[in-house]
């Protein structure tokens, strides 16, 4: 009698490829450091080839995953005031969730004084690209061409184009229900996608960690040891407390299981920076491990991904308390709330790609008369800072997300409380028997 080995989870493979990935970039750093081959082969071939095939495979699905799973939903709405209901709730709480954010960093920030004493004599000048205005973000909404909307990723856009589409369908009577079965099946299908490449994903991370460790130096990250803690700690409170906290006084649901069944999602939204690249995982997640129903989760999760970065606004918060401490410059409790409001509105026009922050920065310092060159000093950790910031971003929609779904009575509370619930979705079988 054998007994069949239990396969290693999704979960331990990703954090294995991570630390594996970590270790192999500060090993090649230390005894490498200037070898040509290594560096040109390696480095800048296997590790960056590697990483960015995975990205790219990320972002291939969220065009379609975002406008078939949003086109479901919406089609299977009977009445269109619940979509109306379903998207007020949606941005209230991320609003909310947003300014609860910067104000958290605000007050860590002026408790904490990271920026007291520090050296700007290294800081270079930072050339910021020009913020849209939250007039131009909310025009923006709105595509001209629904196809370019898609083929440039422009996510706002394809969600409301995909609304009035779900929407036109449900109101289509039978040619729409024939449309609608086939954006079920296709849905399906896409969700299976999902689910093959989350297999190749720990060697994905593995690039991208080595890749990255390879060119992060230590010293950048002891040079403001204090801002970088500060920063961290906050965001590890709000990602921990703040939505735990919510989650248990709208939902009654154990934050504990929510967290152990986010880990997925975290460690991608972690290794790839980009909110927009994980939402896949993001969804797969809030519908097969968390169950909540596709209506809910097809419309929030993409729509967080575009105007929830509350990881993004602490990051604005703390680094405006470090920059105007390092200046010598006391802010008003006017400018606090400039920057609360200011950094609100940026934060739900911020792409949610790798690095953008630091331009939604620019515009936050401008409305408060601090210097731009400030930015030019937290710039050595931001990389790492975004890795983090970006997994407090998706946990904070998945939370909102079970919020809503709970209130609409679209949340499976065994599904949720099971947890085993959605493990079969991280193998697909290639060969039927």
Partial sequence: ?????KPMSLTTRVIIGMV?????????????????????????????????????SLKMLVVPLVFVSLVCGTSSLKDVTTLGRLGGKTVLFYVATTAVAITLALTMGTLFQPGQGADLTAASTFASAEAPSLGQVIIDMFPTNPISAMAEGKTLQVIVFAVLFGIAISAAGEPGERIAAMFRDLNDVIMKLVALLMNIAPFGVFFLMA??????????????????????????LHGLVTYSVLLKSFTGLSPLTFLKKMEDAIMFAFSTASSNATIPVTMETAQNRLGVDNRVSSFTIPLGATI????????QGVATAFIAQAFNIDLTMGDYLTVILTATIASIGTAGVPGVGLIMLAMVLNQVGLPLEGIALIM????????????VNITGDSAVTCIVAKSEGSLDIEKFNDPAAGQKE?????VRT
């Fill in 20 to 56: 594996a990935g970590i270790l192999t970039g500060f090993a090649i750093r230390g005894l490498f450091a200037e070898n040509g081959f290594v560096d040109a082969y390696i480095v800048n071939g296997l590790f960056e080839v590697g990483g960015q095939i995975f990205i790219a």
């Fill in 380 to 391: 050595g950790v931001d990389r790492l800072l975004d890795m983090i910031r970006t997994a």
């Fill in 211 to 236: 890749k990255l460790f390879t060119g992060l130096g230590l010293s950048a990250i002891f040079n403001l040891a204090e801002y970088f803690l500060v920063l961290t700690a906050t965001l590890l």
């Fill in 1 to 5: 009698m054998t007994n069949a080995k």
């Fill in 308 to 315: 929830n970065m509350d990881g993004t606004a602490i990051m």
């Fill in 426 to 430: 991280e193998t697909v079988e290639l």
